[in-house]
């Protein structure tokens, strides 16, 4: 442990700001090639700092197998220095640009992969109003997003469930309907009030665990009793839509990803009694650390602008899910008359009770 911080201190200072984030964005995606994306560098020069890093540090941080990428235990423990390092140096530049006043600099929001299908129209809008802004977008699942919150390496998110592993402040703008899709061709389209257990044998198309798309998909699976036959996992909405247009399957989809293929007659919604599941799209960020000025317009932006988008893109919100009826057939006459017998013996028996004739109590004020 001794010999690892010091080594950790070494690194830091000889090492440059660029090779740390190199580092950083690296351990995050464990790809070079998703790195580079990120930095918008070539993989050879993203490489060619961490290596620089790893020649200042003289250990390896990343094993290299094959072409999968892993953390060593040195660069376990340099990871953890290094995100507080450039976690400090954005609270600085937070704290100066509060100083200034000026609504600049730049912006790092966090999106769950649903989001990407209205976010980017809302932050263009954004940018017209704050030209000096420069915005930087990070895409994830929900796991990913939480991570990159509590190490500091997004200003705001926008999420469906707010994260209860750390502190964050969370402030709804939107609803987020859910909906089961299928292509038209599926036994299923055009029926009226499905009732959950038909969906039990049938195929469905899901996305990956951690997931808030699936956490939701799971939650109305238990509480309806749906078993599906079979499950087919991906991290991709786009992969999930065109497997259920190719009627491979079912798909539990936020309806926010589906709006063109719904509108050009490629997918269908399915009328399945207890849906639309409706959940909140959150505006996110971490408890105790102050905003940059130009993230708390941000954040004010989504939460005054974020609805009226949401419903100019997509529609109104569906209506409410449909609950079970319970029909209940008329009696008959003959039933009608035993009942209403019954009923006038049992009232001419409560007259003749001692208890309904016994004279009320009044109480007396002496």
Avoid at 25 to 40: G, I
Avoid at 144 to 151: A, G
Avoid at 259 to 274: F, H, R, Y
Wanted: hydrophobic letters at 45%; one cysteine or more.
């Amino acid at each position: 442990m001794t010999v690892c911080v010091t080594v950790c201190v070494t690194a830091m200072r000889n090492a440059s700001l660029r090779q740390l984030k190199a580092f950083v964005t690296v351990a995050r995606h464990l790809s070079f090639a998703r790195a580079a994306e990120e930095l918008h560098l070539t993989p050879p020069a993203v490489s060619l700092q961490v290596s620089q890093l790893e020649r200042d540090v003289g250990l390896p941080l990343f094993d290299r197998r094959a072409r999968t990428v892993s953390l060593t235990m040195p660069g376990e423990y340099l990871l953890v220095y290094a995100r507080r390092m450039l976690s400090t140096l954005k609270e600085a530049d937070d704290a100066m640009a509060r100083l200034r006043g000026a609504q600049t600099g730049r912006i790092t929001i966090g999106m769950v992969s649903t989001a990407k299908y209205f976010l980017p129209r809302l932050l263009a809008l954004f940018r017209e109003e704050h030209r000096g802004v420069e915005l930087r977008m990070s895409i994830g699942n929900r796991e990913q997003l939480i991570s990159q919150l509590r190490d500091a390496e997004v200003d705001l998110a926008v999420m469906g469930r707010p994260p209860r592993e750390i502190e964050v402040r969370a402030e709804q703008f939107a609803e987020q309907p859910h909906g089961i899709v299928a292509a038209p061709v599926h036994r299923l389209a055009g029926r009226r009030a499905i009732p959950p257990s038909m969906l039990s044998g049938e195929e469905f198309i899901v996305r990956e665990h951690g997931s808030g798309t699936r956490a939701a998909m799971e939650q109305f699976f238990r509480e309806s009793g749906i078993a599906p036959a079979h499950v087919m996992e991906t991290t991709s909405n786009e992969t999930i839509k065109q497997a259920v247009i190719a009627n491979m399957g079912l798909a539990f989809l936020s309806l926010h990803t589906t709006g063109l293929e719904l509108q050009n007659g490629l997918l269908t919604t399915l009328d399945v009694v207890g849906l639309p599941l409706v959940r909140r799209w959150h505006i996110v960020h971490l408890q105790g650390r102050p905003l940059s000025p130009a993230a708390e317009a941000l954040r004010y932006f989504v939460i005054e602008h974020g609805e009226k988008l949401i419903r100019t893109q997509f529609g109104p919100p569906p209506p409410a899910p449909l609950l079970p009826t319970i029909l209940v057939a008329p009696l008959p006459p003959a039933a009608r008359v035993a009942r209403s017998a019954r009923a006038g013996q049992a009232k001419a028996a409560a007259k003749k009770s001692p208890v309904a004739r016994k004279a009320p109590v009044r109480s007396r004020v002496r």
